[in-house]
């Protein structure tokens, strides 16, 4: 089945916990940890102690996704805050088999995005040694923002692609997604979906059970 993981990007900062505390009692199993260093992309979020803070009071997969040039160097501090799954930008990175070395010697997943503009035939070679491809459906830095539609194109290449090959990676996508147009996008054959102000910039129990509800009937 599908997993939702939500973006705390769309939390209220100065009540992070008691956003997060809303989220029991429903299916999920991951949240989205959004990490932006004001250079890779045009707005800074927050860093390794806000990530570590949470991770004491919270046992959900740390699924996190780095907007920093060379998160190489980070590697261990992500680790260290307590982060399951890294994602990294192809853009970003000078080495990008040795970040994703350093990743998987560090015991996270390693996962791999790129934003719209960059050619998706970049990312197939790193299929076989990562653990996710997220597909950024708008342009990284901001929550709130439309969903891309060439990203369905996107995601059906690398569900074929993953498929034909039999690899073990799954396709998560990023940006614009909402309960109404989520649907298209598992069509298009998702794992996971991100979602941040369509969860937390409502009412996120509602929204999460919403979500869990889709990805039950299209199971089915
Ligand atoms: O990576 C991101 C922005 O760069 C966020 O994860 C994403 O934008 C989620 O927010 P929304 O669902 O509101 O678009
Ligand atoms: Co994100």
Known sequence: MVELSPSILSCNFSNLQKDLDKTTGTD???IHIDVMDGIFVPNI??????IKDI???NDYFFDTHAMIVEPIKYIEEFKNSGVDRLTIHYEACENLDQTIDK??????????TFKPATDINLIIPYLEKIDLVLVMSVEPGFGGQTFMEDSIEKIKILRAYIDENNLDVKIQVDGGIKTTNVEKVIDAGVDEIVSGSDVFGK????QINKYYEIFKQKSL
Not at 45 to 50: D, E, L, P, W, Y
Not at 103 to 112: P, R, S, T, W
Not at 203 to 206: A, L, P, V
């Open 28 to 30: 999920l199993k991951m």
């Open 45 to 50: 979020s927050f860093g390794f102690k806000v």
């Open 55 to 57: 991770r004491d009071k």
């Open 103 to 112: 990743i998987k010697d560090n015991d996270m997943e390693a996962g791999l």
């Open 203 to 206: 009412d996120i129990k509602e």
